[in-house]
């Protein structure tokens, strides 16, 4: 005979495990790449209105020849000012809290706040960025291995049907360097973002594996794109910045740019900011806020004045 009796001390309902752990776990965020890319506009803050306008110079036509004849005038060439204007606006988001959920939690719910809110914020202008990049005339979109069209009008031509690789990069260089003049990013280099199944089609292409077996043998174990035809590479995996676009998906979104392609007007730069605290202290907010904007400064296709090449697709 069994000398106790065991029974519930909680006769129903859930039975559940009130220890919490000594660390928060945070979800990763998308990788953030093109503010590095940008130049703020010179000479424009605060107190100056909401629009800055850039001046630009256009190019002077080549002559056929310069030679002069005795007696005739020189020739004369028109020297063409326009103007690009950027309006400036308001960026921001908030998190709400309250002052209960404060004096209750284990953890400081001031920092993780803050972090993730800075985390948003990066991701948020990365994707105005993007677009401004993305919004450049000139498309390229491949068709095939080797095989590709093109467009001067800010519209895909064709529903992408292959991926990036060595040959187009080529194709993307000479088009930017001997066609349309642009100017290199960096030094010699012009700079090419792109998403991630994008450069991988260039890493899976037998030509830039044999490349760099001599120039970078350890870029391959790094998972690094390196410098292709004068071309940076750089990878991302942020979404709503770049995409994969093109039938089943096949052709990871990029850019190939030059110099002076996008630049930021800011008047006020981002910043975190607190509310302040309403219903006697028991409602409480933090917020990022902003007001900015970004834009191509050569929104054209012409030659000497085109630089940005957009890898995209119908």
């Given at each position: 005979?069994?000398?106790?009796?065991?029974?519930?001390?909680?006769?129903?309902?859930?039975?559940?495990?009130?220890?919490?752990?000594?660390?928060?776990?945070?979800?990763?965020?998308?990788?953030?790449?093109?503010?590095?890319?940008?130049?703020?506009?010179?000479?424009?803050?605060?107190?100056?209105?909401?629009?800055?306008?850039?001046?630009?110079?256009?190019?002077?036509?080549?002559?056929?020849?310069?030679?002069?004849?005795?007696?005739?005038?020189?020739?004369?060439?028109?020297?063409?000012?326009?103007?690009?204007?950027?309006?400036?606006?308001?960026?921001?988001?908030?998190?709400?809290?309250?002052?209960?959920?404060?004096?209750?939690?284990?953890?400081?719910?001031?920092?993780?706040?803050?972090?993730?809110?800075?985390?948003?914020?990066?991701?948020?202008?990365?994707?105005?960025?993007?677009?401004?990049?993305?919004?450049?005339?000139?498309?390229?979109?491949?068709?095939?291995?080797?095989?590709?069209?093109?467009?001067?009008?800010?519209?895909?031509?064709?529903?992408?049907?292959?991926?990036?690789?060595?040959?187009?990069?080529?194709?993307?260089?000479?088009?930017?360097?001997?066609?349309?003049?642009?100017?290199?990013?960096?030094?010699?280099?012009?700079?090419?973002?792109?998403?991630?199944?994008?450069?991988?089609?260039?890493?899976?292409?037998?030509?830039?594996?044999?490349?760099?077996?001599?120039?970078?043998?350890?870029?391959?174990?790094?998972?690094?794109?390196?410098?292709?035809?004068?071309?940076?590479?750089?990878?991302?995996?942020?979404?709503?910045?770049?995409?994969?676009?093109?039938?089943?998906?096949?052709?990871?979104?990029?850019?190939v740019f030059g110099e002076d392609a996008?630049?930021m007007a800011e008047v006020l730069s981002?910043?975190?900011?607190?509310?302040?605290?309403?219903?006697?202290?028991?409602?409480?907010?933090?917020?990022?806020?902003?007001?900015?904007?970004?834009?191509?400064?050569?929104?054209?296709?012409?030659?000497?004045?085109?630089?940005?090449?957009?890898?995209?697709?119908?």
């Amino acid at each position: 005979m069994a000398q106790f009796t065991w029974t519930f001390d909680a006769p129903t309902g859930t039975f559940k495990s009130h220890a919490m752990s000594k660390q928060l776990y945070l979800a990763a965020v998308e990788d953030s790449v093109f503010m590095d890319h940008v130049r703020p506009v010179q000479g424009y803050g605060k107190k100056m209105g909401e629009t800055v306008t850039l001046t630009r110079i256009r190019n002077i036509t080549e002559p056929t020849t310069g030679v002069l004849t005795e007696a005739e005038r020189i020739s004369e060439d028109p020297f063409v000012v326009n103007t690009r204007a950027i309006t400036v606006v308001e960026f921001g988001r908030a998190v709400p809290y309250t002052s209960l959920a404060e004096d209750l939690s284990w953890f400081d719910l001031d920092n993780p706040i803050q972090n993730k809110l800075r985390n948003q914020l990066r991701l948020v202008l990365d994707t105005r960025i993007a677009a401004a990049f993305t919004g450049a005339q000139l498309k390229y979109t491949p068709t095939g291995i080797a095989s590709a069209t093109t467009a001067t009008n800010g519209t895909a031509p064709a529903a992408a049907t292959g991926n990036v690789n060595f040959w187009h990069l080529e194709e993307v260089y000479d088009l930017l360097y001997d066609t349309y003049h642009t100017p290199p990013a960096v030094g010699d280099d012009y700079i090419g973002i792109f998403r991630n199944r994008g450069l991988r089609g260039v890493k899976r292409d037998p030509a830039w594996e044999e490349w760099h077996k001599y120039t970078d043998p350890a870029s391959k174990f790094n998972g690094e794109a390196g410098r292709v035809e004068r071309i940076r590479l750089i990878g991302t995996n942020h979404a709503n910045a770049l995409g994969n676009i093109g039938t089943s998906n096949v052709l990871g979104e990029g850019v190939v740019f030059g110099e002076d392609a996008v630049v930021m007007a800011e008047v006020l730069s981002p910043e975190m900011r607190a509310a302040i605290p309403d219903d006697f202290g028991r409602n409480k907010a933090v917020a990022w806020y902003a007001i900015l904007e970004f834009a191509e400064v050569w929104n054209t296709a012409n030659a000497g004045e085109a630089r940005i090449m957009h890898f995209a697709s119908t």
